[in-house]
């Protein structure tokens, strides 16, 4: 599929230059019908065994394309409602005593700073804050128990230090992916990290209420189990003696409706339709046009990495992102910084570019 027939798979487009991925993606036409498909069956045959079946099997499916989106293995694989509740639950599965010292980033996305400051109220845990970008010099290992950071900053679209990667041999590392699935080229398991947590519903365009969750099966061992809920439950009839599964399902969301798992699963479908490949090659590029485009245009652009992300600083970001509104642009201002910010995939064009430019 060429990159035009691509973006005609997005509704969205046919009136707007939509550059919001990083809050949520386009969804395609073909999310909406596969949701639809199931819903009228339900509603037409009725929901017996048969409906069950198929959502686990549906669930299944989904795993399959999460696990492709970061070259993973299906079965190291959860399948989450977000990012937070991925970030959530491994913090919740670190067995973390009154004491222990969490290392993060002052500037993490609430997500992630939400459960961490829950960990230090109640169980008595210590959170350390260092700049994103000096993390790695930061741990120490005699103290710090968890390093906790964004794969790809949410404000500047900045990568993770690469020497975390070092780091997690020693300490465990859990990277906030919700702006890195989807987003990026990466292989999950060479990233050092014990645990990534990232969102359908942004870079890989599914519905909001979808997630997934990665956990290193060397560590599956080690960590608790967090509410195990009837899905997580290898066999669910043993009563007080049943068990959560011993990979990644352990991990799954309770319950996410069916509906919402075939557009997860029908949007991973265009966008590997495109290619993978393609996918992160042309993003990649759109992003340094932009930046190439804004830095031309005298604007300061936040400093970042090779992400889909694009950060300037503006005067009254407000006032930017509904100028760029009214001319049929979405961008966004980031709450308690000066920057607006615009998320670039493969599924935009220079025009959508050019006309960001035009009200910026
Ligand atoms: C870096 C980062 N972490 C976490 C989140 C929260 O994501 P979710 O809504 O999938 O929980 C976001 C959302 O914007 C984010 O950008």
Same mark, same amino acid.
């Given at each position: 599929?060429?990159?035009?027939?691509?973006?005609?798979?997005?509704?969205?487009?046919?009136?707007?230059?939509?550059?919001? /991925?990083?809050?949520?993606?386009?969804?395609? *036409?073909?999310?909406?019908?596969?949701?639809?498909?199931?819903?009228?069956?339900?509603?037409? +045959?009725? +929901?017996?065994?048969?409906?069950?079946?198929?959502?686990?099997?549906?669930?299944?499916?989904?795993?399959?394309?999460?696990?492709?989106?970061?070259?993973?293995?299906?079965?190291?694989?959860?399948?989450?409602?977000?990012?937070?509740?991925?970030?959530?639950?491994?913090?919740?599965?670190?067995?973390?005593?009154?004491?222990?010292?969490?290392?993060?980033?002052?500037?993490?996305?609430?997500?992630?700073?939400?459960?961490?400051? /829950?960990?230090?109220?109640?169980?008595?845990?210590?959170?350390?804050?260092?700049?994103?970008?000096?993390?790695?010099?930061?741990?120490?290992?005699?103290?710090?128990?968890?390093?906790?950071?964004?794969?790809?900053?949410?404000?500047?679209?900045? $990568?993770? %230090?690469?020497?975390?990667?070092?780091?997690?041999?020693?300490?465990?590392?859990?990277?906030?992916?919700?702006?890195?699935?989807?987003?990026?080229?990466?292989?999950? *398991?060479?990233?050092?990290?014990?645990?990534?947590?990232?969102? *359908?519903?942004?870079?890989?365009?599914?519905?909001?209420?979808?997630? @997934?969750?990665?956990?290193?099966?060397?560590?599956?061992?080690? $960590?608790?189990?967090?509410? %195990? /809920?009837?899905?997580?439950?290898?066999?669910?009839?043993?009563?007080?003696?049943? &068990?959560?599964?011993?990979?990644?399902?352990?991990?799954?969301?309770?319950?996410?409706?069916?509906?919402?798992? /075939?557009?997860?699963?029908?949007?991973?479908?265009?966008?590997?339709?495109?290619?993978?490949?393609? @996918?992160?090659?042309?993003?990649?590029? @759109?992003?340094?046009?932009?930046?190439?485009?804004? &830095?031309?245009?005298?604007?300061?652009?936040?400093?970042?990495?090779?992400?889909?992300?694009?950060?300037?600083?503006?005067?009254?970001?407000?006032?930017?992102?509904?100028?760029?509104?009214?001319?049929?642009?979405?961008?966004?201002?980031?709450?308690?910084?000066?920057?607006?910010?615009?998320?670039?995939?493969?599924?935009?064009?220079?025009?959508?570019?050019? +006309?960001?430019?035009?009200?910026?």
């Amino acid at each position: 599929m060429d990159h035009v027939a691509f973006r005609e798979q997005f509704p969205v487009f046919e009136d707007i230059a939509y550059l919001n /991925a990083g809050s949520c993606g386009p969804l395609p *036409g073909a999310a909406l019908r596969a949701a639809a498909d199931v819903a009228l069956a339900a509603a037409e +045959r009725g +929901r017996a065994m048969p409906y069950f079946e198929g959502w686990l099997a549906a669930l299944g499916e989904l795993r399959g394309r999460y696990a492709r989106s970061i070259a993973a293995r299906p079965e190291d694989v959860a399948v989450t409602t977000c990012t937070s509740e991925g970030l959530a639950r491994m913090i919740a599965a670190l067995r973390l005593q009154p004491g222990d010292e969490i290392l993060t980033a002052a500037d993490e996305h609430p997500g992630l700073l939400g459960p961490l400051a /829950a960990v230090q109220r109640h169980l008595g845990v210590r959170v350390r804050t260092a700049p994103f970008a000096e993390l790695a010099e930061a741990v120490d290992p005699r103290t710090t128990k968890l390093v906790a950071c964004s794969h790809v900053n949410w404000t500047t679209g900045a $990568l993770a %230090p690469a020497a975390l990667a070092e780091v997690g041999r020693e300490v465990p590392v859990l990277l906030d992916g919700a702006q890195g699935a989807g987003a990026l080229r990466f292989e999950v *398991g060479t990233l050092g990290c014990f645990a990534y947590a990232a969102a *359908g519903q942004k870079w890989l365009c599914g519905p909001v209420g979808t997630g @997934l969750l990665w956990v290193d099966p060397a560590w599956r061992e080690r $960590l608790r189990d967090t509410a %195990p /809920a009837y899905l997580n439950l290898s066999v669910p009839a043993d009563g007080l003696a049943a &068990e959560a599964w011993p990979d990644a399902r352990a991990y799954d969301a309770p319950a996410i409706s069916w509906e919402s798992v /075939a557009a997860a699963t029908a949007s991973a479908d265009v966008l590997a339709a495109f290619g993978w490949e393609e @996918l992160f090659t042309r993003a990649q590029a @759109l992003s340094t046009l932009l930046v190439e485009g804004l &830095e031309a245009a005298g604007r300061e652009v936040a400093p970042r990495g090779p992400s889909t992300l694009v950060s300037w600083t503006a005067e009254d970001p407000a006032a930017t992102v509904a100028a760029a509104s009214a001319a049929g642009v979405v961008v966004r201002p980031l709450p308690g910084t000066s920057y607006v910010r615009a998320s670039v995939g493969a599924w935009n064009d220079e025009r959508d570019l050019e +006309r960001l430019l035009q009200v910026c």
